[in-house]
C-alpha cells in the first residue's frame, strides 16, 4: 500500500491471480476475446464468460461492461473498451480516462470494495505507458476523492518497469 495514496495499491504480477471484487479487462469492442490481459482471463475464467459476453452486444470505446467472474477469484470482470493510439490528437486520453471512470462506475454500482485495473491500451494498442499511466492515476485519484467505494484501487503491472511509473506518478501527485 502506498504511502501516498492510502487507497491506491500499486502490484505487480498477474491480474487473474487477485481475489478483489473486480479485476478490469482490457476487451475490444467486439466483447469476445483476444490476446494480452484479455485473452488470460479469458482462458482462467473458463468458457462461460464467453458465453455471457455473447449476450452483451459489444461495448464501445471508452465504454465499460460487467460480468461474473466465473472461474477467477474475483467476483466480477469489468470489461473495458481502451482507445488504440493514433498519435494522441484523435481524443485517446478523454476516451482511456472514460474507460477507468465507467469502469468505477460500475464497480460502486456492484459495491465493490476492491478493484484491479490492468495497464488499459498500453500493449497491443499501443498508448505510451508513461502518458497512460498518468491518465490512469489522475482519472482514478479524482474519482475515489468524490466516492467512499471502491476503498482500495489496485494498478495491477505485468512488469516492474510499469510499476515505477505508477509509484512516480502518485509522487507526483503527493506534490501537487
Ligand atoms: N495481468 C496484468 N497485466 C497484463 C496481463 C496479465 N495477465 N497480460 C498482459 N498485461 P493488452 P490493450 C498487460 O495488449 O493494449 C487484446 O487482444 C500488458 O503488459 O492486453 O488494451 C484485446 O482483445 C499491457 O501493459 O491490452 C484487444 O484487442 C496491458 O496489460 C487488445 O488486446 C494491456 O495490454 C487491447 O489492447
Redesign the pocket.
Known sequence: MSEIAPRIDVHV????KLAVDAIVN???TSLL????????IHRAAGPELLAECRTLNGCKVGDAKLTKGYKLPAHYIIHTV?PVWQGGGKGEAQLLASCYRRSLELAVAKDCRTVAF??????????P?DQATQVAVDTVSAFISQNAVPETVVF????QQ?AELYQQALLRLAGA
Open positions: 504480477g498477474d491480474i487473474t482490457a476487451a475490444n476475446g483476444g490476446g494480452g490481459v484479455d485473452g488470460a481502451g490492468p495497464a488499459i491500451s498500453t500493449g497491443v494498442y499501443r498508448y505507458k495491477c503491472c505485468f512488469d510499469t
